[in-house]
């Protein structure tokens, strides 16, 4: 049996065991016949695009995730394998390990005194900031804004911004997400 359907017949099963469906069940559900269902299943099918497509969308994945190596229900990222990245006056650390299109989710620790200045992100992007310990400022088109422990704000990110840590003794803490505006 060759990669693409090995590939095929255990995501097809682990997706379908996953969401605790029979294989009539999802075969009803997605259009396609039974036998067929039990043929992807055991890797001796070699399905039509149509068929592909009906199963994506009776699983509600894409065709890739169908085709593609099988995810593991869990994956471990140790430390040292995680993004992280210094800019200024501010450590960043990626929260997800794993990228996800069009959003960026971190955790910034700004040194004492410590700044960074924001890049302006495309038009439309929205960026969320929320303090977790000690102060955080962020100077956004001019406008000074001050967040303590558990304040969150939200801003556009396509604008000129500034983070700052106005304690000289201690380092801030704070959690950033953007969301970038699509691009055409």
């Not at 149509?50 to 199963?55: D, E, H, N, P």
């Not at 969320?128 to 088109?141: A, F, K, W």
Request: aromatic share 4%.
């Amino acid at each position: 049996m060759d990669d693409t359907r090995a590939h095929l017949a255990a995501n097809v099963r682990r997706l379908r065991e996953s969401r605790g469906l029979s294989q009539q069940r999802i075969a009803k559900l997605s259009g396609v016949p039974r036998p067929t269902w039990a043929s992807l299943e055991s890797g001796s099918a070699n399905p039509t695009l149509m068929v592909l497509s009906r199963v994506a969308a009776g699983l509600q994945v894409s065709i890739e995730e169908l085709i593609g190596p099988p995810r593991t229900a869990v994956q471990l990222f140790r430390a040292g394998e995680i993004r992280s990245r210094k800019r200024g006056g501010a450590q960043l650390r990626a929260l997800v390990p794993e990228a996800i299109p069009g959003l960026d989710i971190s955790r910034m620790e700004l040194a004492p005194a410590g700044q960074m200045v924001g890049v302006p992100h495309t038009p439309g992007t929205r960026e969320y900031l929320t303090c977790e310990s000690g102060r955080v400022e962020l100077i956004v088109s001019g406008e000074r804004w001050e967040l303590g422990p558990a304040d969150a704000l939200v801003f556009r990110g396509d604008q000129r911004h500034t983070y700052r840590n106005p304690d000289a003794r201690r380092p801030a803490v704070a959690i950033t997400v953007v969301c970038f505006a699509p691009t055409s």
